[in-house]
């Protein structure tokens, strides 16, 4: 008969570092955990991208998982061949709006998903329903809350924490700017990269933190800034606060329009202000690691006694093509040139479609750049990459088969930029310009549109999931993104081949196609100021500084343009707010 054990066994991972895995240390003492991924601290230390069977191969002969527990993959990887796993398979996901494409390949392949509160909205929209919203994050007793000091000795009037990319997070950098207005006396720091220790010390520092979450969430904020003992902020349409935190009573809630009133009355009214952060601490307390992840595991367990769960991989739905594309996807977004797994060579036979041979010509292009191979004298018989002849002509024949098919279109014309001359490549990126411009069908797949920055890839994935929760067609935000990609590249070309014309034309489209765009406005301000237009390169800084109100690069335009022009004269509140974004957002 199998051997008895009493405790669940639990196979976690990924963890790769100490900042995305120290502090959950202690947080699976109720079960008997094995922990797998690169960082030291894990009982099983495995490095790459390795698969399922390679993970489970190093477990102990007398040990197998009752549940692999896939933790928080957007900040690793998901192993390739999970949906193959013996056991059943939960992943546990809160930022999945950083790897929003990673997040759902990963959710057609384990039982099911625990996010939080719109990324289960999210989900569901996306045609998942093994997804449930629980808390995972929580408080740390060892580390959070040490560094507190007394009300009267905190030097830090508003702290505004968090990752200052603004790409990701576009209302932090809205209301960090409605912060550059607050009056001169009022100590105001946007906190640097720092380790969790000194990041700490700030927040105990700090009489008001000001959190601005990404999508409404209870984040690792809210738990750090109550332990410190600072006044917590939060945005008033965040979607969880209520259920932890009372307004007025242990938080304080607001928007743009009168978060500077708010942050006024607190600091001239510190017993109010410490009163409601003393209730923060008592009320967040309670949540730690611990009591959340046993809470999710007692979860999961009733799902999987009462049948919801094993075998209700989505995966099973799909077609060996589709699962061998996602795959591949995935080892592109994922990996980069590096060759971790031989699926990221499109080796799979599942991929003789044109979206396979698509995703084959992109794995090895970026194989080739990874492994600094462009040289064609490198290429040997043995090389299991494709010379770059080979990359050009599979793309060229995968747009001649569908040149109505936007991703094939994209692709070559985007290889041809960087690779042929621009005479060549200018009808091309103008072709691609017109199907988009026709009203072309856009599939969603970052793999399609591999060229991109991260920054360009993020705006692409957040637009996805917004319209997935509005209802609407995923192409209507998706376009005017792509358009102002291919305009943009187009442009350059064009201004590094004399055409300043056309790449003023072509930067003017691509403003008037999407207003919100942050990519072409600056390139257009910068051609018409080495043109001597500064008027009209200020106009273009201007609005730039609508969307992006803290591009330090905007604010020296127009400092640039005034110093060079007597037409253009700054405000006293542009220069006050240039010399205080800049004061706050060294590092």
Known sequence: MPATHSKKRLLVGPFLEAGLSDYMVGAFDDFDT?????????????????GLQDILDLLPPDWSPDFLILWRPEYGYFPPGLENSSCPVAMLISDWYLAFSDSLEAAWRVDMVITGTRGELIFRAAGFDNVLAMPMLGYQPEIDGQFGLPADQRDIDVFMGGNPNWVIHRQREQVVAELLDLPAEVNLLHGPFVDRNTYNRLLGRSKIVVNQTVIGEINMKVYEVAAAGACLFVEEDNLDIRDYLVPDESVVLYNQANLREKIGFYLSHPEQRESIAQKAREAMARFTYRENFRNIVERIDELNKSGQLKGKRPCFELSPEDLAAGMVGYCLRHNGGDLLA????????????????????SAHYLARLGNDQNNENLSTSNDPVWPTRKILETYRHVHDQ???????????ARVAAAHLDASVALPLLKDVTELLLGGCAIPFSCADFFFWDPDTQYDFERKAWETLEKGQPLENGL?????????????????????????????????????EGVRARPLLAELMASQG????????????????????????????ASLQSEAVVLSDNEIQRYARARDVLKS
């Open 342 to 361: 031989p699926i990221a060579l499109g080796n799979d036979p599942a991929l003789n479609t044109i979206k396979g041979q698509l995703l084959q010509a």
């Open 34 to 50: 094995l922990t797998f991924g690169s960082w030291p601290g894990v009982d099983i230390r495995i490095s790459g991208l390795p």
């Open 479 to 515: 376009r005017p993104l792509i358009l102002e990609d291919v305009l943009v590249i187009a442009a350059q070309l064009a201004t590094n081949q004399g055409d300043l014309k056309l790449s003023e034309d072509t930067l003017e489209l691509a403003v008037a196609k999407h207003p």
């Open 533 to 560: 237009q500064w008027e009209r390169a200020v106009k273009m800084w201007r609005e730039h500084l609508l969307v992006h109100p803290l591009h330090l690069v905007a604010y020296e335009g127009l400092l640039n």
């Open 402 to 412: 569908a040149p109505d098919y936007l991703p094939a279109a994209y692709c070559w």
